[in-house]
């Protein structure tokens, strides 16, 4: 099989029609079928099945469908680095916890640029499960998350430390307490990440259900400047690190520090695969992050909680 087979298979399963897809590639009808006989031919499986409507997909179409999507979605990533490559810059590719990019600054990767002017940093935002697991896949040469993550496959290096944190109004009953725990939240509106994020789910299910407390989840979502303003409607309060905490301070809102079953915060760790070599560009980038972050230490359990955040 090749990646034209492959493709011109996604591409009449996503127009449910042969002559549809021919259409979408500007090819004939005959190129199409040719190319779906031929894979059927090789994988000795029907791939569609003709109905009253046109054509169905078969169950081994629909079984191999995710593994097909993922091939072709790793000739792009091929290609595009090829396109890089002509331009003679490295990639680091770093998959990394929301709003992580944004908290190192653009201070940051001018600074990096104006270093390695060679080496083009690609951050790509994700969850913390999302992160561990591209990097798993080899999709990219780090990943920024918090614990739990396997220690056997990957290499574990600690960046800083973040507190836990609740945004709320000033109004709100809690804003008198200097320090907030789960019980203080017994009967409360509170949005966040949610259980999209494997450290929040986690300490949502044994700290908040589990221990019967009587909260309402609003909204889960990674959009800060929704949650932001969620808070700053006295609508909820907002259970979010501390990094993303001093990234957005809408006006009437204020921060305080946040502990849940004992725990004031999470730690944050560049990851990378034990079984691969990092690239000299990855390296360079790691001695670049970490060297900026020690020379610039940002005292998150007071930042955080500041009006105006502190920048690297």
């Given amino acids: ?47 569609f099945t003709r109905t009253t409507n046109g054509i169905a997909p078969t ?19 091929i290609a595009g680095t090829q396109t890089l490559a002509a331009q003679q ?26 270093e390695h002017p060679d080496i083009t940093p690609s951050f790509i935002e994700s969850t913390d499960c999302g992160a561990t697991e591209a990097l798993a896949r080899g999709r990219g040469d780090f990943a920024i998350t918090t614990e739990p993550f396997d220690t056997t496959r990957f290499v574990a290096k600690k960046l800083f430390r973040t507190p836990f944190c609740l945004r709320m109004h000033k109004n709100h009953p809690l804003a008198t307490k200097a320090v907030i725990t789960v019980e203080d939240l017994d009967g409360a509106a509170v949005a966040g990440k949610g259980r999209a994020y494997q450290c929040f789910q986690e300490k949502i299910d044994r700290h908040f259900l589990a221990a019967h407390i009587d ?44 502990t849940i079953g004992g725990e004031d915060g999470a730690d944050i760790f560049l ?42």
């Fill in 1 to 47: 099989m090749n990646q034209k087979q492959l493709a011109y298979f996604l591409a009449v399963y996503d127009a449910g029609s042969i002559q549809a897809a021919a259409d979408r590639l500007y090819i004939t009808r005959q190129g199409v079928s040719r190319a779906l006989r031929q894979l059927e031919d090789e994988l000795a499986q029907p791939l």
């Fill in 215 to 258: 909260i309402r989840i609003l909204l889960e979502t990674s959009d800060e400047t929704l949650l932001a303003s969620l808070a700053a409607a006295n609508k909820a309060v907002i259970l979010e690190h501390g990094y993303t905490a001093a990234l957005v301070s809408p006006p009437d809102t204020i921060v305080r520090p946040f």
């Fill in 271 to 312: 990851l990378q695969r034990r079984d691969q070599l990092p690239t000299q560009s990855a390296r360079l980038f790691q001695t670049f992050l970490v060297r900026h972050i020690s020379m610039h230490p940002k005292d998150l359990q007071e930042s955080c909680f500041q009006t105006n955040p502190a920048t690297l």
């Fill in 89 to 114: 810059h490295s990639v680091v590719t770093v998959y990394a916890l929301d709003h992580i990019a944004g908290w190192l600054g653009a201070a940051f990767f001018c600074a990096f640029a104006a």
């Fill in 59 to 77: 169950d081994f179409a629909q079984a191999i469908l995710p593994h097909v999507r993922q091939l072709l979605n790793e000739y792009d990533y």
